[in-house]
C-alpha cells in the first residue's frame, strides 16, 4: 500500500508540543502490545511515563470485565472500555457507563438478536470469547472477512439500528453514536478537566480508533506504523506516524515525550 504522505513522521512533531503532553491516551491491540502480548519494553515505558507524572488512559475495545482487571493491575490512570461504553477511573472503583442505556438486560437480548440476524447472512462469524463479559456492545472474531465484507456486515447493522466498527481484533455491535472520541471527552469532561488539547496526544492503528484521530478534538495523534493497513479506510487519519509498529511504536512515542520533556525542564 502506498504512503498517504499527509502522515508526518513523528520525528517532525516539534520538541515544545511534546514538552506538553501530560496525558496518553492509547489504544491497546496493536497499539500497546506486540503480537497480541505485553512486552518488558512497553512495561517500563509506562513506569517511566509515570515517573515524570505524565499519565496513560487506555482507550480499548475490549470487554468491560477484561479491561477491569487489566487496569487494575497496570500502571495507568484509568481506562475506557468497549469503544467508549465504559469508564474504569483508577483505584478499582466502580465503572461508570457512559452510554446511556436503560436496561442492560434488554440491551444485551437487542444485541444478541441482531447477532443472529447477521449469522443468516455470515454463517461463518463466530461470537468472541469475550463477548460474555460485555455490557455495552456485541463482539465477533474479525478474523477471515473481507474488506467488502466488513462493509456489508456495517451497512446490516446500520439498517437494524445499530453501529458497527472493527479492530485488528474483533468486529463490535454496538450503539449509534458510542465511539472511543465521545467516551474519552466525556471522560476529559467529567473526571480530568485539568488537561487542555494540547497536552493530550491520542494513539491507535484499527478503524475503531478513527475518532481518536479526529483533528478538532486531538489535534496531536499519532499512529503505531501498522496503522498503514488501514489507513485508506479511515475518514480521520492520525497526524503523526511512528517508524516502529505495535508496542514498539508506542514506546518510541514514549522515548520523544520523556527526551523533550527533560530538554525543556
Same mark, same amino acid.
Not at 27 to 35: F, I, P
Not at 147 to 173: A, K
Given at each position: 500500500? =502506498?504512503?498517504?504522505?499527509?502522515?508526518?513522521?513523528?520525528?517532525?512533531?516539534?520538541?515544545? =508540543?511534546?514538552?506538553?503532553?501530560?496525558?496518553?491516551?492509547?489504544?491497546?491491540?496493536?497499539?500497546?502490545?506486540?503480537?497480541?502480548?505485553?512486552?518488558?519494553?512497553?512495561?517500563?515505558?509506562?513506569?517511566?511515563?509515570?515517573?515524570?507524572?505524565?499519565?496513560?488512559?487506555?482507550?480499548?475495545?475490549?470487554?468491560?470485565?477484561?479491561?477491569?482487571?487489566?487496569?487494575?493491575?497496570?500502571? /495507568?490512570?484509568?481506562?475506557?472500555?468497549?469503544?467508549?461504553?465504559?469508564?474504569?477511573?483508577?483505584?478499582?472503583?466502580?465503572?461508570?457507563?457512559?452510554?446511556?442505556?436503560?436496561?442492560?438486560?434488554q440491551h444485551r437480548q437487542h444485541l444478541a438478536?441482531?447477532?443472529?440476524?447477521?449469522?443468516?447472512?455470515?454463517?461463518?462469524?463466530?461470537? =468472541?470469547?469475550?463477548?460474555?463479559?460485555?455490557?455495552?456492545?456485541?463482539?465477533?472474531?474479525?478474523?477471515?472477512?473481507?474488506?467488502?465484507?466488513?462493509?456489508?456486515?456495517?451497512?446490516?447493522?446500520?439498517?437494524?439500528?445499530?453501529?458497527?466498527?472493527? =479492530? +485488528?481484533?474483533?468486529?463490535?455491535?454496538?450503539?449509534?453514536?458510542?465511539?472511543?472520541?465521545?467516551?474519552?471527552?466525556q471522560v476529559l469532561r467529567e473526571y480530568l478537566?485539568?488537561?487542555?488539547?494540547?497536552?493530550?496526544?491520542?494513539?491507535?492503528?484499527?478503524? +475503531?480508533?478513527?475518532?481518536?484521530?479526529?483533528?478538532?478534538?486531538?489535534?496531536?495523534? /499519532?499512529?503505531?506504523?501498522?496503522?498503514?493497513?488501514?489507513? +485508506?479506510?479511515?475518514?480521520?487519519?492520525?497526524?503523526?506516524?511512528?517508524?516502529?509498529?505495535e508496542g514498539e511504536g508506542f514506546c518510541e512515542?514514549?522515548?520523544?515525550?520523556?527526551?523533550?520533556?527533560?530538554?525543556?525542564?
Open positions: 500500500m =502506498s504512503r498517504d504522505l499527509s502522515l508526518a513522521p513523528l520525528s517532525e512533531v516539534s520538541c515544545t =508540543s511534546l514538552s506538553k503532553i501530560r496525558l496518553i491516551a492509547t489504544d491497546m491491540d496493536g497499539t500497546l502490545t506486540r503480537r497480541g502480548k505485553f512486552t518488558p519494553a512497553l512495561l517500563q515505558a509506562l513506569e517511566d511515563l509515570a515517573t515524570d507524572d505524565i499519565k496513560v488512559l487506555i482507550v480499548t475495545g475490549r470487554s468491560a470485565g477484561w479491561v477491569s482487571g487489566l487496569s487494575s493491575l497496570m500502571p /495507568v490512570a484509568g481506562a475506557i472500555a468497549e469503544n467508549g461504553g465504559l469508564y474504569f477511573p483508577p483505584g478499582n472503583q466502580k465503572p461508570v457507563v457512559l452510554t446511556p442505556i436503560s436496561d442492560l438486560v438478536t441482531t447477532f443472529e440476524s447477521l449469522q443468516t447472512k455470515f454463517p461463518q462469524i463466530q461470537e =468472541s470469547t469475550d463477548n460474555r463479559f460485555r455490557l455495552t456492545d456485541w463482539t465477533f472474531d474479525v478474523a477471515g472477512l473481507r474488506q467488502d465484507e466488513l462493509q456489508t456486515l456495517d451497512n446490516l447493522c446500520q439498517q437494524m439500528g445499530w453501529g458497527f466498527t472493527y =479492530s +485488528n481484533v474483533q468486529c463490535h455491535i454496538k450503539p449509534q453514536g458510542q465511539d472511543k472520541a465521545v467516551g474519552l471527552l478537566p485539568q488537561y487542555s488539547s494540547e497536552q493530550i496526544v491520542t494513539v491507535g492503528d484499527s478503524p +475503531n480508533d478513527e475518532s481518536l484521530f479526529d483533528r478538532r478534538y486531538f489535534p496531536i495523534s /499519532v499512529g503505531v506504523a501498522n496503522v498503514l493497513e488501514y489507513v +485508506n479506510q479511515l475518514k480521520y487519519q492520525p497526524a503523526y506516524i511512528t517508524t516502529a509498529a512515542l514514549s522515548s520523544y515525550i520523556l527526551q523533550s520533556l527533560h530538554i525543556s525542564s
